[in-house]
């Protein structure tokens, strides 16, 4: 999944890109593992020749939002951001003397602003397709195409004007694909990181606190850190780092907290294959079936899906391995509609 950093300048969002690449970037795009201890686990167990955990994709190519008179976003900027599955918008949530926007610092009304923003695209695009749909016969032909759009941008439009992202709104599988032809901003999920000062690293203001949550009340995921702080962590020694993280009262690095909400607002969860040539975690949405978790694997899988032997992560934990999850009968074969559950073992029979 590609999670596209934007902010405005001087916000901090270089540098928390290059805390959760782990010292590792090179360029603006880097792939950052999933920490997962559950798949830790297994592959110490396993000792597989390949090791393949899941992977978020930061990609740090995008023009800083501008300030001032004018767009906030360039025609680039909502080129780039389109591409991506997430954005992950980095406010400054701390005092400088050299950001060139907003010498106040008001995180509240820097993220609102860029919501406004994504609000606006959006709103142009249903206005210019409205524009051409009213001069066409299609449009007026129940069933075709033009005159599903027509019905549908006239019925996002108000809750657009209204200030609702599209993310908050329930779509049928029809005008789901609409909002992906057309690749709305809004409509993708947003996680909001707040870069607050060296002293709010672990207790980030009371202010800060209630825009979190308010943002949780709209399903937004937010989080607050202090990237200066976190891109020196990062540069240390892995064995260093929780004590470092300790002395300023955090548990876990920026990288874990940023992924950790990026699954929560795509709402996914992990499952995994224990072979010895390779062991691999898999991204998947929740309430998923096997089918799909098949097809993530590879689609030829799925063409060929005949059953999941099916071990769920406390059997395996509780038995110490998978023959031994086998033999103690706690493997199930399960169908296509078996809904995946975290932290299963999926081994897919399939015509091959």
Not at 36 to 45: S, Y
Not at 197 to 215: G, K, N, T, V, Y
Request: with cysteine.
């Amino acid at each position: 999944m590609k999670v596209g950093l934007i902010g405005y300048s001087q916000s901090g969002r270089s540098a928390l890109y290059r805390a959760c690449a782990k010292g590792q970037a090179k360029g603006s795009v880097t792939a950052v593992p999933v920490p997962d201890e559950r798949f830790d686990k297994i592959v110490d167990q396993v000792k597989p020749k390949k090791v393949t955990p899941a992977t978020v994709i930061l990609d740090d190519d995008h023009e800083p939002i501008s300030g001032g008179q004018g767009k906030a976003f360039s025609t680039r900027l909502l080129d780039s951001a389109r591409k991506m599955d997430v954005l992950l918008h980095v406010v400054r949530a701390f005092e400088s003397n050299i950001a060139p926007y907003h010498a106040e610092v008001n995180p509240t009304r820097d993220q609102q602003l860029v919501d406004e923003e994504l609000l606006l695209a959006d709103l142009q695009i249903i206005e210019n397709r409205l524009e051409k749909l009213a001069k066409s016969l299609n449009a007026r032909q129940p069933g075709h195409q033009d005159y599903l759009e027509k019905a549908f941008f006239e019925r996002i439009q108000p809750i657009l004007e209204e200030g609702t992202p599209l993310r908050a709104v329930e779509f049928t599988e029809d005008e789901q694909g609409i909002v992906r032809n057309f690749q709305f901003l809004s409509a993708k999920q947003m996680v909001v990181a707040f870069n607050v000062a060296e002293d709010e690293a672990a207790q980030p203001s009371q202010a800060i606190q209630d825009r979190m949550a308010h943002l949780k009340t709209q399903g937004t995921e937010s989080f607050a850190v202090c990237a200066t702080i976190e891109e020196e962590i990062a540069q240390l020694d892995p064995a260093d780092q929780p004590e470092f993280l300790s002395s300023l009262g955090l548990t876990e690095p920026a990288s874990t907290r940023l992924i950790q909400a990026i699954y929560r607002a795509l709402g996914l969860i992990t499952f995994f294959t224990a072979g010895e040539s390779e062991t691999r975690a898999w991204p998947l949405r929740s309430g998923s079936n096997a089918l799909k978790a098949a097809g993530t694997i590879h689609t030829d899988i799925a063409k060929g899906f005949i059953r999941s032997e099916t071990v769920s992560y406390a059997d395996y934990c509780e038995f110490g391995s998978l023959d031994a999850a086998y033999a103690a009968g706690k493997m199930r074969l399960e169908g296509k509609e078996y809904v995946v559950q975290d932290g299963d073992l999926l081994h897919i029979r399939n015509k091959s």
